[in-house]
């Protein structure tokens, strides 16, 4: 008689011998392991049985369960890495918008279909805990998701590397909409748990801040620089697996915690001074506190060149610890790491290196600058001069006076070099200098990581072509062997598969599923572009992604919108040059032609907007507040007859975008030329079928290479020719008083329509329009306003917008950030992929 077999157990019998196989309960990947898995989880982690356990508590128990199956690849892939000759890339930035881990790391396992069967017999819906996760709030914008894109793609290509930042108690903040205008609300992600993390409490280090340096010959009669910190933070490891696709290697994103050294003064306590007793570790702890503290003020800019050193000094400590105990030589760093410093947060990282290397490692200087200079590598993502970071000297000094000798010393050595070779040219020789002179001298972070790198790129092929020709210009001229161009990518696991599952099944029932992993095989989509049949199974999809978000907006702003309808998204950080207000004037002169003539015939269109204002950028809030109140007007007007809706989304973050980007029709990347870098969010809803208005700016140059021109609306300026209106002597005014429909838009919203009769509300942003518009909307208005015309036009004739729709996903291969990673690899870092063997690598224990 057969025996019974408990849950997780195979049997097999060969040659009359029975066999009982058992399936792993932690690593194991079938329903039934799966099963046992949560289910031991819940009662042994949690301390729940299913009468009691919370939706809260299975989200726990499934993602250990996931977690676990990943920790045999992340401790082989650790054990792979330290023990072997492989070169490791280590990414730091200060900011990771990584989204939501579960549904992604089931994707990336190959088990997401296996885990919603197992939730199934449990009784619970995998989409239900999937809903329940906090996203962690540690990034913002562009900067942060990219560098969560290209942890997804280093696993996945199976590139040894590890991420560093900060593990922030609060992001930025929650977004709130009342009464129209933005509201920040904590951002406390961590208030349910990380099941994702590990804390490394035995891996730490202390970070020195303030006091000030002591010098002295030693009895060798070396001069010493001894620095006498004013107060001491410690750095606390907390890591999370970046798991590759369908590979074994899990690679590491390693995140700093700040603490005190002692967390309690009993002395202080005793005393009965209680606050005393607790005031050095809330003073530590406010480091790691809050992603991108407000900086108007001295105190902010204080903290937050603390929050970049404090990461920064961690993790070069923690890179130098791992080389040394792997048994090599301080001398050969960089033969072992390879530094990428994602824009200018980190670049405090080449006076911090020089710094370990002469005051702790007690090397020369020139050996230490040979190992320095060819660790680092810089990613600049500015074209705005502003934008590139600068620091008063006395506020550094007060901050990091080692640091402010340091970069004094390599300014001095590189100012000579730099005289001699541009002999009187005193204009050159200033532009180049670290340290900037005016009416309180300050350091330019910008140059410390241009001379102290070995490699500079941009991220576009327009925004690396203008960095030679203006912010970094002087240091082309100087290296232009250290510049290249590596256009940012993102990943088509989260932004395809995770994201839009329906479109991703009816992609691979043409074209199969390697695509995943080399996106350039989307091309394979193009034959099918003019089927009718493909073309109207296109479509439906893209209906049904446009139904799913209707009544997510409708559930979470009662606004009921057409799915029919034209779905016109402008989804990103609000920013004046990014011009979410040259939309709404398109929004108002819609809605005065309707006005004008109730029974004309337009394309219904939802207009969708969401993105978040930095706390103290006052227009940029006040943009917000005139999108709402245009929605307000719009939205309610029985004459508009729903043909347009106009929707602020709030709160956008990784997982709102999700639920965006697969349902839109057309992309809205309007920017002014010359100001966007690249650009991230254009590329994401290119590969998930929308059609792009745009200018000629950051990526949108190369999308519409790649897309073809016939299938990409183009409008606007181009950098040059905005260039050349400034320094004619643009004039706004004029494009106002000669456009009628543009000084009817404005007049409106002058006239306080918008805004209850308060003509105060928006006057401010309108007359920086008249008079001044740094970003040259009113000279763009018409040729926008055309542009849109075009694209009424063609979404009238649904089969060619499919096959354009079609068109763009299947051109889009190039902007996989797998891409973006093997040019990095080959051209800058000079690392090659590193399979990962897996340790006692047996799922099957045999009986």
């Known amino acids: 008689m057969k025996k019974s077999q408990p849950i997780g157990e195979t049997s097999d019998n060969t040659d009359n011998k029975q066999i009982t196989v058992i399936e792993d309960a932690r690593t194991g990947l079938s329903v039934e392991a799966l099963k046992k898995a949560i289910s031991n989880n819940l ?96 990034g913002n914008g562009g900067l942060g998701r990219l560098a969560a894109c290209y942890m997804d793609s280093l696993a996945s290509l199976e590139v040894p590397a590890i991420g560093y930042g900060i593990r922030y108690q609060f992001g930025i903040f929650e977004q709130d909409i009342r009464d129209g205008w933005q509201v920040e609300d904590t951002d406390n992600w961590l208030r349910r748990g990380n099941p994702w993390e590990i804390a490394r409490r035995e891996v730490s280090y202390d970070v020195k801040l303030g006091g000030h340096v002591q010098r002295y010959i030693d009895v060798k009669g070396k001069l010493v620089n001894n620095w006498i910190p004013g107060w001491v933070v410690k750095g606390v490891a907390y ?29 202080s306590f005793n005393a009965g001074d209680y606050n005393s007793a607790v005031n050095q570790k809330i003073i530590c702890e406010n480091i790691s506190k809050v992603l991108y503290p407000n900086d108007d003020q001295i105190e902010g ?85 502003e934008a590139l970071e600068t620091w008063d000297l006395e506020l550094f000094a007060s901050v990091l006076p080692r640091h402010l000798d340091m970069i004094y010393e390599i300014n001095r050595r590189f100012m000579d070099q730099v ?34 790198s070995f490699a500079i790129n941009g991220v576009a092929a327009l925004h690396s072509d203008l960095l030679k020709k203006t912010v970094l210009k002087d240091w082309y001229e100087l290296s232009p062997e250290k510049f290249s161009n590596k256009t940012n990518g993102v990943t088509p696991r989260r932004w395809m598969v995770l994201s839009n599952p329906m479109l991703t099944k009816l992609i691979i029932s043409k074209i199969g599923d390697t695509w995943i992993k080399h996106l350039d095989e989307l091309r394979g989509l193009e034959k099918w572009a003019e089927d009718s049949d493909f073309q109207k199974e296109w ?20 606004i009921k919108v057409n799915p029919e309808s034209l779905f016109d998204i402008q989804v990103k950080r609000i920013h004046e040059y990014k011009r979410q207000h040259l939309n709404v004037l398109h929004i108002i002169y819609l809605y005065n032609k309707i006005k004008q003539n109730p029974d004309i015939d337009i394309v219904p269109r939802t207009f969708i907007f969401a993105g978040k204002a930095a706390p103290g950028y006052r227009r940029a809030k006040l943009i917000i507040k005139l999108i709402n109140a245009v929605g307000e007007v719009v939205n309610n007007d029985p004459d508009v007859r729903d043909r347009l809706k106009v929707v602020f989304y709030p709160n956008y973050n990784v997982t709102n975008a999700q639920i965006i980007y697969p349902a839109a029709d057309l992309s809205e990347q309007i920017s002014t030329a010359g100001k966007e870098a690249s650009g991230t ?167």
């Not at 590759?244 to 002692?262: D, I």
């Not at 093997?822 to 047996?842: A, F, G, H, M, T």
Request: hydrophobic fraction near 35%.
């Open 301 to 385: 800019k204080r903290l937050r060149l603390q929050q970049q050193y404090f990461f920064v000094s961690c993790s070069l400590q923690d890179m130098i610890n791992i080389h040394l105990r792997s048994g090599d030589k301080i001398e050969n760093f960089h033969e072992k790491f390879v530094v990428q410093l994602n824009d200018t947060h980190p670049s405090i990282g080449i006076a911090e290196m020089m710094r370990l290397l002469l005051d702790v490692h007690r090397m020369e200087w020139d050996d230490a600058w040979k190992v320095t200079i060819q660790t680092f590598a810089y990613t600049n993502h500015t074209l705005l001069p």
């Open 681 to 847: 969010g254009n590329m994401k809803l290119s590969m998930n079928g929308a059609l792009t208005v745009g200018t000629l700016d950051g990526a949108n140059v190369e999308i519409r290479e790649c897309v073809g021109e016939e299938n990409f609306f183009l409008f606007g300026l181009t950098s040059d020719e905005v260039d050349e209106k400034k320094r004619n002597g643009y004039k706004p005014w004029e494009y106002y008083q000669k456009n009628k429909s543009l000084k009817k838009v404005l007049d409106l919203i002058n006239s306080g329509y918008f805004s209850h009769l308060d003509k105060m509300m928006f006057k401010e942003l309108v007359e920086s329009l008249i008079y001044d518009d740094q970003f040259l909307l009113l000279a763009d208005y018409q040729s926008y306003v055309e542009a849109q015309d075009k694209i009424d036009q063609a979404f009238r004739n649904k089969s060619n917008w499919a096959k354009m729709s079609i068109l763009n996903t299947a051109r889009m291969g190039k902007f996989s950030s797998d891409r973006s990673i093997r040019e990095y690899c080959d051209e800058i870092w000079k690392v090659k992929s590193v399979p990962v063997e897996l340790i006692n690598n047996s799922n099957k224990i045999k009986d």
């Open 539 to 558: 479509m439906e999809v893209k209906l049904e992604q446009k139904k799913i978000l209707s009544r997510k907006i409708y559930n979470r702003l009662g």
């Open 419 to 452: 005289s001699l070779k541009y002999f009187g040219d005193r204009q050159k020789i200033d532009s180049l200098s670290i340290i900037g002179e005016g009416p309180r001298k300050y350091i330019k972070m910008a140059n410390l990581a241009s001379v102290g």
């Open 239 to 267: 890591d999370t697996p970046i798991l590759g696709y369908q590979v074994n290697t899990a690679n590491t994103l390693r995140l700093w915690k700040s603490e005190a050294p002692k967390t309690f003064d009993f002395q």
């Open 43 to 138: 009662f042994y982690v949690q301390g729940k049985y299913p009468e009691i356990a919370t939706r809260n508590d299975y989200y726990m128990a499934m993602s250990y369960a996931v977690r676990d199956r990943m920790l045999q690849r992340w401790t082989s892939s650790v054990k792979q890495y330290i023990d072997g000759k492989n070169k490791i890339v280590s990414y730091l930035s200060a900011e990771y918008l990584l989204g939501p881990h579960l549904a992604n790391n089931l994707i990336n396992l190959g088990i997401y279909s296996q885990m919603e069967k197992a939730l199934g017999e449990l009784g619970i819906s995998l989409e239900w805990l999937i809903e329940k996760e906090i996203e962690p709030g540690l």
